[in-house]
């Protein structure tokens, strides 16, 4: 690198998707959010303008991609406009990667639309990607360009720590987040069990057995996502069923559609933690939930990249955290 791209100037704009996260970020790194225009025309199409100079600046542009899709178009159009403005590099700071679940071709005549993303958001000529807790983890081989993934895990683990909960048992939802759950558990000092289901069609999942004892146990279930916490709350009936006591819920991207909610709220949940990586609206917030930011986590990760020093030191546990 050479001395002056050493030295360029770090930017942090955001688009809509999640305002609040962004400004919170901008704040740990200690300097304001980057100014643009963002509107659209009568017909809904985006138009987006960088409202001061990014010329061989190092620019991250905050954005997650859940629905609608205008959150990723809006983080296209961001990046194609910060390369056409000769930024020196662009980051996408994507908190949540939207269409991540569609991620194999499943069944015929279907879309990998977890690789066409990938290859939307290289073809702007964006330099890198940052993001977290991607649904399935493989999907990082999708990228031809740098991606840098973090774990939420990170703060869970701590807040549970402190929390001390006795006589705990991890419970992964399903085989796919058995990983995740034995990093829960390894890093707290606590048994493992495992949820088996059965997926019947689109946002419809039937839990059948439980793997494992939760018997006069408390329950912490680790999961990435809580979409209509319809097979979440089915999981729940067969812990209950199992003999478990009191239930926690740690997911890092509140999605919470449909009858998300109401199914939260009347369920026997103790308590259930999500991450600020999506704007979840007051509408949707209730007492059972608690919120942890990830803005310092992404703050460290973005201060790292613009020094061009290692993401891995974020996580200094033993091991690997998957």
Not at 114 to 121: D, E, G, R, S, T
Not at 170 to 190: E, F, K, M, Q, T
Request: proline share 5%.
């Amino acid at each position: 690198m050479s001395p002056l791209k050493a030295n360029r100037e770090l930017k942090i704009f955001s688009g809509r998707s999640n305002p609040n996260l962004a400004k919170k970020i901008a704040s740990s790194l200690g300097q304001p959010l980057g100014k643009t225009t963002i509107k659209n025309f009568s017909d809904g199409e985006i138009w987006i303008k960088y409202e001061e100079n990014i010329r061989g600046t190092d620019v991250f542009i905050i954005q997650p991609t859940n629905a609608p899709a205008d959150n990723l178009l809006e983080l296209l159009i961001m990046l194609d406009a910060a390369h056409r403005a000769s930024a020196d590099r662009v980051t996408a700071v994507i908190p949540y990667f939207g269409y991540a679940r569609q991620d194999r071709k499943d069944q015929p005549r279907v879309s990998i639309s977890a690789k066409l993303v990938a290859n939307l958001i290289a073809g702007t000529n964006c330099d890198r990607v940052l993001t977290m807790d991607l649904h399935a983890p493989q999907i990082q081989g999708f990228f031809d360009i740098p991606l840098d993934h973090l774990y939420a895990a990170a703060i869970f683990i701590d807040h549970f720590k402190n929390h001390n909960i006795p006589n705990l048992v991890v419970v992964s939802p399903d085989i796919g987040g058995i990983n995740l759950a034995r990093s829960y558990a390894r890093r707290l000092g606590c048994d493992l069990a495992m949820l088996d289901k059965r997926r019947e069609k689109h946002n419809v999942c039937t839990v059948t057995h439980l793997i494992g004892d939760v018997k006069d146990r408390n329950v912490l279930i680790v999961d990435d996502i809580v979409d209509t916490a319809g097979t979440l709350i089915s999981g729940i009936k067969v812990l209950k069923e199992n003999g478990a006591k009191e239930i926690y819920i740690a997911s890092t991207h509140a999605l919470l559609s449909g009858e998300a909610v109401q199914r939260l709220q009347t369920s026997p949940i103790t308590k259930i933690f999500f991450t600020d990586s999506l704007q979840i609206p007051p509408e949707k917030v209730i007492d059972k939930m608690e919120i942890l930011s990830v803005s310092g986590l992404l703050a460290d990760a973005i201060r790292r990249i613009h020094e061009e020093r290692s993401i891995s030191d974020l996580f200094p546990l033993k091991g690997p955290l998957l």
